[in-house]
């Protein structure tokens, strides 16, 4: 069985650039959440994939944005960088609407 | 929204004590709550999860219980052992209010340092 990989491992933006972080879910699974986690904080949700169509989102602006894919990948697009999105990113998958969930090792995106 | 409030934010035992660490949520439709390890740099790890109809499981040193009345869950350790520290997380399903039920929200966390 294959487990959640993200890439990249980090990332450094500059404020006002865009930036696309990878999710591949585990073998078997059909919907990838993702989640923000600031520094010292529980993970946030962002929002959740199932079907390849948005199923949730938490209190994120517009400017983050998802896809998932046939394969049951995921990307999660942030434009105009804020310093404020420096995080580590994660992503879930999970089968099904997701309620148990189980996550990959993160992207930490500092933004300078 | 959906709040998870989780306590206390730090806790140190000494090895073979036991280690509770509790949340309080406040959506009544929350039914799924899990809980997670986080060590320094890793990913986090679901240890265990209950579900609202269910009062209490466990898992070997590990278990959780539920008080759907009160929308409160806790997390007990039993035997605690060094490997064991961790930041632990709790977290309860997304209700209502168009979330979906794979929203989980998180509560800040709890740093347990168990002491050789």
């Known amino acids: 069985e294959t487990g959640v990989t993200q890439s990249p491992t980090h990332l450094i933006k500059t404020r006002g650039q865009q930036v696309t972080l990878r999710c591949s879910s585990q073998s078997g699974h059909n919907t990838v959440s993702w989640y923000q986690q600031a520094l010292g904080q529980g993970p946030q949700f962002i929002f959740q994939?199932?079907?390849?169509?948005e199923n949730g989102r938490g209190n994120f602006p517009p400017r983050f944005s998802g896809l998932q894919f046939p394969n049951y990948s995921s990307e999660l697009n942030v434009n105009a960088l804020e310093l404020d999105d420096s995080a580590l990113y994660l992503c879930?998958?999970?089968w099904g609407e997701g309620l148990e969930q189980f996550f990959g090792p993160g992207t930490r995106l500092t933004v300078l | 929204g959906e709040n998870v409030e989780q306590h206390p934010s730090t806790l140190s035992v000494q090895e073979g004590d036991s280690a509770v660490i509790k949340c309080t949520y406040s959506d009544s439709a929350s039914n799924y709550f899990p809980w997670y390890k986080q060590e320094l740099g890793k990913r986090p790890q679901l240890i265990i999860d209950i579900r609202s109809n269910v009062g209490e499981k466990k898992d070997q040193r590990i278990a959780v219980t539920l008080n759907k009345t009160a929308k409160h869950f806790s997390l007990h350790i039993t035997e605690t052992q060094p490997e064991d520290s961790a930041v632990y997380f709790c977290a309860a399903s997304g209700g209502g209010n168009g979330g979906s039920q794979g929203n989980l929200i998180f509560g800040k966390g709890t740093k347990l340092s168990v002491k050789p």
């Open positions: 994939y199932y079907r390849e169509e």
């Open positions: 879930a998958s999970s």
